[in-house]
């Protein structure tokens, strides 16, 4: 039987858990604060310069500029639109930016959640990407969030 070339459900969800030493609160931090979240976009290539602009409250907006690599189709803005914050334990968003890569209009939710646990704290993240989004879209966007994820460092006390 021929691929359509479109994602199963179990594709599209992407759920990523990462197990800290540090309060979760630290965890919080380096999602919500300017200065911490130079780990989302590719520090190695981005301008240290570049802002990112946090509103971290429902209705609030988060963005910033993502490079992948030096070709100029990687290099977009990203963010999202926040929905839920509930300080230290959850931020719910929708993933996309004005101008940029998602495009809001296609209100993906994403989720992040931290929680307490026997070595400190658990981060949990989960985003379920659109229906018409093609195999290869999804398998770059769940390597992009795990890569992105693997470069998370707690913010500082």
């Given at each position: 039987m021929a691929s359509s070339g479109v994602a199963s459900d179990v594709d599209r969800q992407i759920i990523i858990v990462r197990d800290y030493t540090v309060p979760r609160e630290q965890l919080y931090k380096a999602w919500t604060e300017p200065a911490y979240l130079?780990?989302?976009?590719?520090?190695?290539?981005?301008?240290?310069?570049?802002?990112?602009?946090?509103?971290?409250?429902?209705?609030?907006v988060w963005r910033q500029r993502v490079m992948l690599d030096y070709d100029p189709k990687n290099d977009y803005l990203t963010g999202g639109v926040y929905k839920?914050?509930?300080?230290?334990?959850?931020?719910?968003?929708?993933?996309?930016?004005?101008?940029g890569t998602p495009k809001l209009e296609e209100n993906i939710e994403a989720?992040?959640?931290?929680?307490?646990?026997?070595?400190?704290?658990?981060?949990?993240f989960s985003v379920r990407l659109p229906d018409d989004w093609n195999v290869d879209v999804v398998k770059g966007t769940r390597l992009g969030w795990e890569m992105a994820l693997d470069r998370f460092r707690p913010a500082a006390a």
């Open positions: 130079w780990w989302f976009f590719n520090p190695d290539i981005t301008p240290k310069d570049e802002p990112v602009i946090i509103d971290v409250r429902p209705g609030g839920t914050v509930e300080p230290s334990s959850r931020l719910v968003f929708t993933w996309g930016a004005e101008g989720e992040v959640k931290f929680e307490d646990s026997e070595s400190g704290s658990r981060m949990t």
